[in-house]
Structures are given as C-alpha cells and as structure tokens.
C-alpha cells in the first residue's frame, strides 16, 4: 500500500531534500536526507543515539520516529514555516509506503520518495526525478483530490 502526503523540505546548498521540521541540525551527513536516487528509509534519531532500544518496525507507535507528511494540500497551507532550520524551503508531495501510521491530520511513514515539488526559484536538484511546478495552483490541481487550495504561507526563507 502506498499513499500521497503532503509535506515541507528544507533545501541544502546542493539543492538536497532536507526534512524542514527537525531540530537535529546542522544535518548529519546522510542521515537526515530525502534521497534523489531511491527510497527514503525512516531512522529513529533517538534509537542512533542510543537514547532509546532499537524499534521492531519504524515507525513506532510509543515513539515520534518516521517520514512525516499532511493528508492533504489545505492542512500543509495552514501550517507554520518551519523554524528550525536557515535553509530555504519548498513543497510538495511525497509517495509513502511500508508501515504507515494514519492519524487525523497526517501520516508517519516507514519509507517515502518526493514526486512533486512546488519550487518557482528552482533551487531543487535535478538529480530528484519529480515533478516541478512554478505554481502553487498546478500542483494542487495535479496531485490533491481536495482541488483548489490557497498557497502555504512563508513556504520559502529570505536568506
């Protein structure tokens, strides 16, 4: 089974798809990076740190660990920019699969890979093989059942 959710990336200096929403930061090498050449596996960061026994299957349900994503396009629009990081953010929408968590909001996923991205300054790599789009209102109508959706707010830093 696999599901589309919503969610922001962070973008590095070599346009790598950073999650956005981490206070592990500056970003381990590999460790916390959306690959461009395959499947995403989700890590528990408190389980490589050695804070906590290794899980059975990530995600957990007693922890917080795995690819998080919005149901839909209106819930990522409502949401905050992320704050922990200085990288310029984008957008878009990842493929989820493996074990997936559904909560009322959103999804915890134990793999995922981006698909689309709305990224009007183009500052992702090329080496991701996703869909690109210049407007938010084409990504919307392409990718969420949900149709028209007003854009996120502050999707992208000043820096």
Not at 83 to 93: A, D, E, K, S
Not at 96 to 116: C, K, S, T
Not at 147 to 156: F, I, V
Request: proline share 9%; net charge positive.
């Amino acid at each position: 089974m696999s599901l589309l959710g919503w969610r922001q990336w962070a973008v590095d200096g070599d346009g790598l798809l950073r999650p956005a929403w981490t206070p592990w930061s500056p970003f381990p090498t590999g460790l916390l990076l959306w690959r461009p050449d395959g499947l995403t596996e989700a890590c528990c960061l408190r389980t490589e740190t050695g804070r906590q026994a290794p899980h059975e299957r990530t995600p957990a349900d007693d922890c917080v660990c795995g690819l998080y994503a919005w149901r839909n396009s209106a819930l990522l629009a409502a949401a905050r920019r992320p704050r922990w990081t200085r990288y310029p953010c984008v957008v878009g929408v990842a493929r989820l699969g493996g074990r997936v968590i559904i909560a009322e909001r959103g999804y915890r996923a134990e793999r995922g890979y981006p698909v689309a991205v709305f990224d009007p300054r183009g500052r992702v790599s090329p080496r991701y093989s996703v869909a690109r789009y210049r407007r938010w209102s084409a990504l919307v109508a392409e990718w969420d059942e949900q149709g028209d959706q007003p854009p996120p707010h502050r999707t992208h830093s000043k820096h």
